[in-house]
Each structure stands twice: as C-alpha cells, then as structure tokens.
T-cell receptor, first 116, second 116 residues
Framework: AQTVTQSQPEMSVQEAETVTLSCTYD???????LFWYKQPPSRQMILVIR??????QNATENRFSVNFQKAAKSFSLKISDSQLGDTAMYFC?????????????FGKGITLSVRP | DAGVIQSPRHEVTEMGQEVTLRCKPI?????LFWYRQTMMRGLELLIY????????DSGMPEDRFSAKMPNASFSTLKIQPSEPRDSAVYFC??????????????FGEGSWLTVV
C-alpha cells in the first residue's frame, strides 16, 4: 500500500519570495512516480511537476523544482519567485508501478497563500 | 482540446434521491478515473476504467454507488439513494494508454454535490 503525508495544513509566503512545501511518502515498490498537483479556487487539478523515482536528478519546471530524497522518502516542492497566482491548494501524490492496477494516491494537501 | 468535461458542476439534492454525475474524457484517452474529494478524507480514487472496462472499483464506498462507461466518450457515476455524507466534490479524470508509466492524468473541473 502507498501512503502520502503532507503534515503542514497551510503556509503563507510573500510575493516574490521562495517557499518549500513538504511531503513524505511510503511505498514498498521499487518503481514509482511522484507528483505535485495544484488546485486553485476553481477546483481544477493541474499537474505542476513529476519525478520518476529511478531518476536521481531533481525535476524542475520553470519556477517549480523538487528536492527528492529517496532514502528518506521525502519529496518537497520549492516555488521560487512566488506569484499571486500560485495561491492554491497543493497535493503531493505517488504512483507505484504495479502494472495495470496502479493507483495514484494523494496526500491531504496544503493550502498556500501568497501575500501581495 | 476541450479537456475532461463534467456535468453538472453543482448539484443540490435531497437525501434519498438518485444522483447521476457525467463525464466526457479527453478524446483518445483510454483510462478514465472517478475521484471523490472531501475535507475529512481528501482525494480518494473510487473506480477506474480501461477501454471502457472497470479495472478497480475497490474504492467505491458501498453498493449505493455505481459507475458505468458505455463507450469511450462517456461515463456516469450514480448514487442511489443519496445520503448527506455523500456530499463532496467528484472529479473525473482521464489519461492515455500506459498511464501507470507516469503519464499525466488530466482532471475535469469537478461536480460539487450537496445532499441535504
């Protein structure tokens, strides 16, 4: 079974500053993928960034990057130069590769507020 | 592409009534997922289909819930009879072929159900 834990329910950051959102996960699988999804007030779920567990290099997407610590089963999201549009709920998710029966498991999410 | 389309966006119904939520996946996607989001339980996978066939329905909470996918472009999630504890946002999502290899899962905007 997979579990994803996001222990911080909410965070706040000043516009243009950097913020890091924490996530830990647990899986017995050797092959898995990790994701961060953003959910703005519109409720749309938007993929922010994705990391393959077999890759040691941390994924980056423009202002978004991850710190993937495989041994510690930690997968944090860093948002640089925060913008007002980054205000949203952020979900960490894991997907273990067990063939056709894989499931995407989400953490409980963290509410991020960007202050002007 | 129009994205994943869900209807209705909002529904308020009385306890005991039948509720039908609808989803049109992205054209060409052959995996379809139904998720439920609540404050208490976060995002839960209810069921998913591959090529219109249900693969895993272990997340369906009880017999009051049923889901169908009669063709590649349409799916329904039905609750009969509905109860107040079913109040949640229900998301439909779709993905390509080998989604378990980490391909992006695209979400609809959700159907917000309130049962009074």
């Amino acid at each position: 079974a997979q579990t994803v834990t996001q222990s911080q329910p909410e965070m706040s950051v000043q516009e243009a500053e950097t913020v890091t959102l924490s996530c830990t996960y647990d899986t017995s699988e050797s092959n898995y993928y990790l994701f961060w999804y953003k959910q703005p007030p519109s409720r749309q779920m938007i993929l922010v960034i994705r990391q393959e567990a077999y890759k040691q290099q941390n994924a980056t997407e423009n202002r978004f990057s991850v710190n993937f610590q495989k041994a510690a089963k930690s997968f944090s999201l860093k948002i640089s130069d925060s913008q007002l549009g980054d205000t949203a709920m952020y979900f960490c998710a894991s997907l273990s590769y067990t063939g056709a029966n894989s499931k995407l498991t989400f953490g409980k999410g963290i509410t991020l507020s960007v202050r002007p | 592409d129009a994205g994943v389309i869900q209807s209705p966006r909002h529904e308020v119904t009385e306890m005991g009534q039948e509720v039908t939520l609808r989803c049109k996946p992205i054209s060409g996607h052959d995996y379809l997922f139904w998720y439920r989001q609540t404050m208490m339980r976060g995002l839960e996978l209810l069921i998913y289909f591959n090529n219109n066939v249900p693969i895993d329905d272990s997340g369906m909470p009880e017999d009051r819930f049923s889901a169908k996918m009669p063709n590649a472009s349409f799916s329904t999630l039905k609750i009969q009879p509905s109860e107040p504890r079913d109040s949640a946002v229900y998301f439909c999502a779709s993905s390509f072929y080998q989604w378990y290899s980490g391909n992006t899962i695209y979400f609809g905007e959700g159907s917000w159900l309130t049962v009074v």
